[in-house]
């Protein structure tokens, strides 16, 4: 597995189990459960290792089923005696289960989730786990349910007051099945863990030993135990990532000699003094540290992140132009071809008075417009070119190209990236995200970059206000949405599925689309989501641009990449079911002109609180922080990040403490150890590979 560390190579008796060895072979597995462990990315003795709990459950913390109190978040462990599926007026199917322990009963209810009816069973012992409320009496409304033991009579593994590991499972295959497995092999496995982390770095972290952290990971006599254990763990990760960032940065500091770029402040004085409006000081302080850059010896390798609607473009222009003025070529790469229309037009505008029209490369252009862009390129007549993918074919030349700039570099891989890059001999990079990172992300994902940050917005912005509505007030929400349209306005409508399933009581895009189209005949609605081919979804989303179409049904895939001035209106139906940061990156679409902007979350069910304190913040940065505390960084890192770094045990921001001793042992070790080749360091080299291997790359280098 991708967290577990390098293997210890000692001789061992024959039959004896190593680390390497296939889980088959491992005594209690065979081949039919091995199979089932493979889902899990089980496939050796060290995955099942390094399988660890995601959870625990601790006698001392379960409530019992009598004393769960309207209004409050609990966990309860009871036997089911009674179970069905509720129908409502709605046409609503409830799933409901009456659990009893020694104090009472409680009734469960899982509205929406029928489909249980046949996984939960009566005389089953669960754990369930959410808020109480009241509806005909109290109901625990289960977020969360565990089954702990089955109906056959097997006791309460809680029964004892111990604390129980909950770990990942799958179908067949459930985590009591692995946690006796692990329990079976966990002192023969851990006895063949080594530590990698020399003795005395470890004491000067306050570390136990890596095998003591397994044990205590595994088979905790406290949470804090468990704790301890999880600790020694994330710091290993983010160790590791650290080594790696760090070492990144080294060599491409010692590598990216590039073009030095003089400050002649023509084309950028002539900009400026064509912007109707001033720069503001976060811009001013980007292009100071962006200009620095390009004006060193080094290649520049920095990302520019900037909040929702604070003139990314606009400085990404000034340095594109400083590359112009000294006779070199800039590229701006887009992930869509509506994006990059969009950056066309925008900079098309800027640059008019400078007598300079940017180039634009398209897929979707005929063969004949697309040599025509890639000769003016070739020849160096084409100074300022905006495109997609298309950019980095191999048909594409520059005859100087001194700048790329990257959009939403997120959503293109490394490969894509070093395409571009790579058509040029030396140029400078700067990448663009719209995503506010908080800084212990920043530094996990993004510390081999320079980073630039801008917070606030432009004048001439319209103001956006947020409200949060219950579902009950669907009515006068449709009306107000239908009122902006009668002015001439346009409104995005966002709901979280495609398509209604029985699985979950959502509203769906195409219903939607379907029932606004028949309420509203004199409106054009459209629809977009993830299952339409690109050209469909970028043609409706074009019409919306122009006007064609008043109110755009979609699901997230309008996160970024349009820009509709004169949209005034969000509506996000079941807000409850996105990121705070996902909900700011759809509320970033409306607000794009002079006029005041609507964003309305449509809300029913748990959840106000959080919705309410998103409601009130406009900076993204702070959002960032509220959703990495609330979701976790595996969560943020892994589905967003195309090729990103995930953290399996590093929780941020409450393990911020770590990743800073982390940094700064890193840091020291890579200034003493470059290639981390001393005997005492190549433990610590083999586990960064063996988690990371692109720092095979970056190891291998002395």
Excluded at 214 to 240: C, K, N
Excluded at 360 to 368: D, H, P, Y
Excluded at 396 to 409: A, C, N, T
Aim: glycine share 8%; proline share 6%; hydrophobic share 45%.
């Amino acid at each position: 597995m991708p967290n577990a560390p390098a293997p210890r190579s000692t001789n061992r008796a024959p039959g004896a189990p190593r680390l390497d060895m296939p889980v088959k072979f491992l005594k209690g597995i065979g081949e039919r459960r091995a199979e089932q462990l493979e889902r899990l990315g089980i496939r050796t003795a060290r995955d099942l290792l390094w399988h660890l709990p995601h959870r625990y459950v601790d006698a001392s913390s379960v409530t019992p089923l009598v004393r769960a109190e309207v209004g409050q978040e609990v966990a309860c462990v009871g036997r089911v005696v009674a179970k069905g599926v509720l129908p409502t007026r709605r046409g609503l199917r409830i799933f409901h289960a009456v659990l009893r322990d020694d104090s009472g009963v409680l009734e469960c209810v899982w509205p929406g989730q029928a489909f249980l009816d046949r996984t939960i069973a009566v005389g089953q012992t669960l754990l369930v786990s959410g808020p109480v409320r009241f509806y005909h009496g109290r109901q625990l409304a289960p977020r969360e349910y565990v089954v702990l033991a089955d109906a056959e009579g097997e006791a309460d593994p809680l029964g004892s007051g111990k604390v129980l590991p909950v770990y990942p499972a799958t179908e067949g295959l459930s985590h009591r099945i692995i946690r006796s497995l692990v329990e079976r092999h966990l002192e023969a496995l851990v006895a063949l863990s080594d530590d990698p982390l020399p003795a005395p770095l470890r004491r000067e972290a306050g570390l136990p030993l890596l095998p003591d952290a397994l044990r205590a990971v595994h088979r905790p006599a406290s949470i804090r135990e468990a704790e301890q254990g999880r600790r020694r763990l994330a710091f290993d990760e983010l160790l590791d990532l650290q080594l790696m960032l760090i070492r990144a940065r080294t060599i491409a500091k010692r590598q990216r000699l590039g073009v030095a770029f003089e400050v002649k402040r023509d084309l950028t004085t002539r900009l400026k003094r064509s912007l109707p409006w001033e720069l503001t000081p976060d811009q001013q302080r980007a292009l100071r540290e962006i200009t620095g850059d390009m004006t060193a010896g080094e290649r520049m390798h920095r990302l520019l992140m900037g909040d929702v609607g604070t003139g990314k473009t606009v400085v990404a222009l000034f340095a594109m132009l400083l590359a112009v003025e000294n006779d070199f070529q800039a590229a701006l790469m887009a992930p869509t071809e509506l994006l990059a229309e969009q950056h066309a037009v925008t900079l098309g505008r800027l640059l008019e008075p400078l007598a300079i029209r940017p180039e634009l490369l398209l897929g979707r252009q005929t063969a004949a417009e697309k040599n025509a862009v890639r000769g003016r390129l070739a020849t160096g007549q084409a100074r300022v070119v905006v495109g997609t993918h298309a950019l980095m074919q191999e048909s594409v030349s520059f005859h100087r190209l001194g700048l790329v700039v990257i959009d939403e570099q997120h959503r293109f891989g490394v490969e894509q990236r070093a395409a571009l890059i790579g058509k040029g001999a030396a140029p400078d990079v700067l990448l663009l995200t719209a995503t506010p990172i908080p800084r212990s992300l920043a530094l996990t994902h993004y510390g081999d970059l320079d980073v630039s940050t801008l917070r606030e917005r432009p004048p001439g912005r319209g103001s956006v206000r947020t409200g949060v509505r219950a579902a009950s007030q669907r009515e006068k929400v449709l009306k107000f949405v239908r009122h902006e349209c009668g002015r001439g306005r346009q409104a995005y409508v966002v709901l979280p599925v495609i398509e209604e399933s029985e699985r979950a009581d959502l509203r769906a895009a195409t219903t939607m689309a379907q029932a606004l189209a028949a309420r509203w005949p004199e409106l054009a609605v459209g629809l977009v989501h993830g299952r339409l081919k690109p050209d469909e979804r970028d043609a409706t989303m074009r019409r919306f641009r122009t006007g064609e179409i008043q109110v755009l049904v979609a699901t997230t895939v309008i996160e970024v990449g349009i820009d509709v001035a004169n949209a005034s209106v969000m509506l996000v139906e079941h807000p409850e079911r996105f990121g705070l940061a996902q909900l700011h990156q759809l509320r970033g679409r409306i607000g794009r002109g002079a006029e005041e902007s609507y964003c309305i979350l449509l809300a029913d069910g748990p959840g106000m609180d959080r919705l309410r304190a998103f409601a009130a913040t406009q900076d993204g940065f702070r959002i960032a922080e509220l959703d990495l505390a609330e979701r976790g960084m595996g969560d943020l890192i892994g589905a967003r990040q195309s090729g990103g770094f995930e953290l399996r045990h590093a929780r941020l921001p409450v393990d911020d403490d770590l990743l800073a001793r982390a940094r700064e042992l890193a840091t020291r070790l890579i200034a003493a150890d470059p290639a981390l080749q001393r005997s005492e360091h190549q433990p610590l080299r083999e586990r960064a590979i063996s988690r990371y291997p692109r720092a095979v790359e970056l190891f291998r280098v002395g």
